[in-house]
């Protein structure tokens, strides 16, 4: 089946300090790849997406790219700001070969990040 | 524009009685979710509807049904509450095709003791 996992948390950083949040899945077909950001007491919003291997995806400083070869997505932020403490969630969806979305996301368990001044 | 919109916020209930989650959304998706939040476990997927009138089983479907009689709205019911069910419960909607993102609630919090 399909599945998604991502370093366990909770990671601590210090504002300004390099961040790397690991995620590996496991896909049948060809899986989009998503990270999610869920801020205390709301609900999760896309950060970040890339539907190609190579392909890089970038917001908010953050960034993320497909590896195919290692069944990546790793996200990366050069320099984490206070704002940035949150949950972020690796998750995939499956295109088949015709094109057609599973447009069902298949989840990692989080990781939650605080960010200290 | 308001997105998704979930109601309650917050719910208490009793073991065995019922309610229904609430969920609209004003983005003319067709694609409509519901997933269950449990710490460090990740999103679990409860239901799911492809349109109005059509709705289909996830992950973990057990104690709970749906309906799609509108392609606004979605409710999750909770028939018999478990305090297995005390969990975070997110409605979520999107176009549905190709990498289209989804877009959430802000969740409801519910206790079953």
């Known amino acids: 089946g399909n599945s998604v996992t991502q370093m366990e948390g909770p990671v601590t950083l210090s504002e300004e300090a390099f961040l790397t949040i690991n995620c590996t899945y496991t896909?049948?077909?060809?899986?989009?790849l998503f990270w999610y950001v869920q801020y205390p007491g709301e609900g999760l919003q896309l950060l970040l997406k890339?539907?190609?291997?190579?392909d890089k995806g970038s917001n908010k400083g953050f960034e993320a790219t497909y590896r195919k070869e290692t069944t990546s997505f790793h996200l990366e932020k050069g320099s984490v700001q206070v704002s940035d403490s949150a949950v972020y969630f690796c998750?995939?969806?499956?295109?088949?070969?015709?094109?057609?979305?599973?447009?069902?996301?298949?989840f990692g368990k989080g990781t939650l990040l605080t960010v200290n001044p | 524009n308001a997105g998704v919109t979930q109601t309650p916020k917050f719910r208490i209930l009793k073991i065995g009685q019922s309610m229904t989650l609430q969920c609209a959304q004003d983005?003319?998706?067709?694609?409509m979710y519901w997933y269950r939040q449990d710490p460090g476990m990740g999103l679990k997927l409860i239901y799911y509807?492809?349109?109005?009138?059509?709705?289909d089983k996830g992950e973990v479907p057990n104690g709970y049904n749906v309906s799609r009689s509108t392609t606004e709205d979605f409710p999750l019911r909770l028939e018999l509450a478990a305090p297995s069910q005390t969990s975070v419960y997110f409605c979520?909607?999107?176009?549905?095709?190709?990498?289209?993102?989804?877009?959430f609630g802000n969740g409801t919090r519910l206790t079953v003791t």
């Open positions: 509807s492809v349109g109005a009138g059509i709705t």
């Open positions: 896909a049948t077909g060809y899986p989009s």
């Open positions: 979520a909607s999107s176009h549905g095709q190709g990498a289209s993102p989804l877009h």
């Open positions: 983005m003319n998706h067709n694609y």
């Open positions: 998750a995939l969806s499956l295109t088949s070969r015709s094109g057609g979305s599973n447009y069902k996301l298949t």
């Open positions: 890339a539907t190609k291997a190579d």
